[in-house]
């Protein structure tokens, strides 16, 4: 079945700099890629998502880029902000009737004052 | 803005217990997931739900796992006989129809296993 590796597990960046987390995905058969936020005590949220037939995707702050041949995405985050602090999770689904998510492990970022 | 809504947000029992977990997903959404996230670890896929039947369910979905929609608004995920590894947050999910949209989640209900 499909895996989902995530690094760095945690990453602590000052505010207004950039933060990049990477992921890695091991079925081809995936297509779908979303990227999650998670804060404290609350469910995850979607922030942004690409599909398998895009390389790259921008929204305001937030971009992702995705290499099918090596199978890596990243998530880019530009110019920090305090609200930024939380958890993500990248994560893939393959098309399905399920469609069921594959999480990453998940990056605590720490935007530092 | 519709969300998906779970209860209790807590939820403490003793080890072979039975219990249930509430989640009201978003109307008109036709597909259901349960997913369970161990403290500190990932967030990991239970089962899916789909016209009033199982479509999918991983390892960890065994005999002591059912879910339900017994009114066509809730979607219950009941363990019969909790075991102390069954302590985790659980997540509610909801979509619509096809393929790409979003999956929405729910705020969790902890899971605690004494």
């Known amino acids: 079945g499909e895996n989902v590796e995530q690094h760095p597990s945690t990453l602590s960046v000052q505010e207004g700099d950039s933060a990049v987390i990477k992921c890695t995905y091991s079925d081809s058969a995936s297509n779908y890629f979303p990227w999650y936020k998670q804060e404290l005590g609350k469910g995850p949220q979607l922030i942004i998502d690409?599909?398998?037939?895009?390389g790259e995707k921008k929204d305001q702050r937030i971009a992702v880029t995705l290499n099918k041949t090596a199978k890596h995405f990243s998530l880019h985050i530009t110019e920090t902000q305090p609200e930024d602090s939380a958890v993500y999770f990248c994560?893939?689904?393959?098309?399905?009737?399920?469609?069921?998510?594959?999480f990453g492990s998940g990056t605590r970022l720490s935007i530092r004052p | 803005e519709p969300e998906v809504t779970q209860t209790p947000s807590h939820q403490v029992t003793q080890m072979g217990q039975e219990v249930i977990l509430h989640c009201v997903p978003i109307s008109n959404h036709l597909y259901f997931y349960w997913y369970r996230q161990i403290l500190g670890q990932k967030v990991e896929f239970l089962v899916s739900f789909y016209n009033n039947e199982i479509s999918e369910k991983s390892e960890i979905f065994d005999d002591q796992f059912s879910v339900e929609r017994p009114d066509g608004s809730n979607f219950t995920l009941k363990i019969r006989s909790t075991k102390l590894e069954d302590s985790a947050m659980y997540f509610c999910?909801?979509?619509?129809?096809?393929?790409?949209?979003?999956?929405?989640f729910g705020p969790g209900t902890r899971l605690t296993v004494l």
């Open positions: 690409i599909r398998s037939n895009v």
């Open positions: 994560a893939a689904r393959l098309y399905s009737s399920a469609s069921k998510i594959i």
């Open positions: 999910a909801s979509r619509a129809g096809t393929a790409y949209n979003e999956q929405f």
